[in-house]
């Protein structure tokens, strides 16, 4: 599985952004994806997840309200949707999937077979 993530840039405070993870391969639409950030000198964290079975979707305090993650399993694409950007959102943004029919939770790095390359997200004040 390849993971291609995109729509990235630089936006002012308040702007919106919609980030987008193109997966090839097989299995898509039994795979949990995830979307991670990681912040200069910080730790790659979770943002947000998507389950494969009900669609259930999670999301880290940081950004819960103000984003929200969708997939569509025919162009085998998910996206992450982020409005109200704060400078502190600024980062790489990378994409993630797990094994096929996966079962746990999807909020640990470790949980995820597959990552995309990553997308700058730079929000300025």
């Known amino acids: 599985v390849q993971l291609q993530a995109s729509g990235g840039g630089l936006v002012q405070a308040g702007d919106s952004l919609r980030l987008s993870c193109a997966a090839s391969g097989r299995s898509?639409?039994?795979?949990t994806m995830g979307w991670f950030r990681q912040?200069?000198?910080?730790?790659r964290e979770v943002v947000g997840t998507i389950g494969w079975s009900a669609g259930s979707t999670y999301y880290a305090d940081?950004?819960?309200?103000r984003s929200?993650?969708?997939r569509d399993n025919a162009k085998n694409?998910?996206?992450l949707q982020m409005n109200s950007l704060k400078p502190e959102d600024t980062a790489v943004f990378y994409c993630a999937a797990t094994t096929?029919?996966?079962s746990g939770s999807g909020y640990?790095?470790?949980e995820y077979a597959?990552?995309?390359q990553g997308t700058q997200v730079t929000v300025s004040s």
């Open 28 to 31: 898509f639409s039994t795979r």
């Open 39 to 43: 912040a200069p000198g910080k730790e």
């Open 62 to 65: 940081s950004v819960k309200g």
């Open 68 to 70: 929200t993650i969708s």
């Open 77 to 79: 694409t998910v996206y």
């Open 100 to 102: 096929p029919l996966y």
């Open 108 to 110: 640990s790095l470790n």
């Open 114 to 116: 597959y990552w995309g």
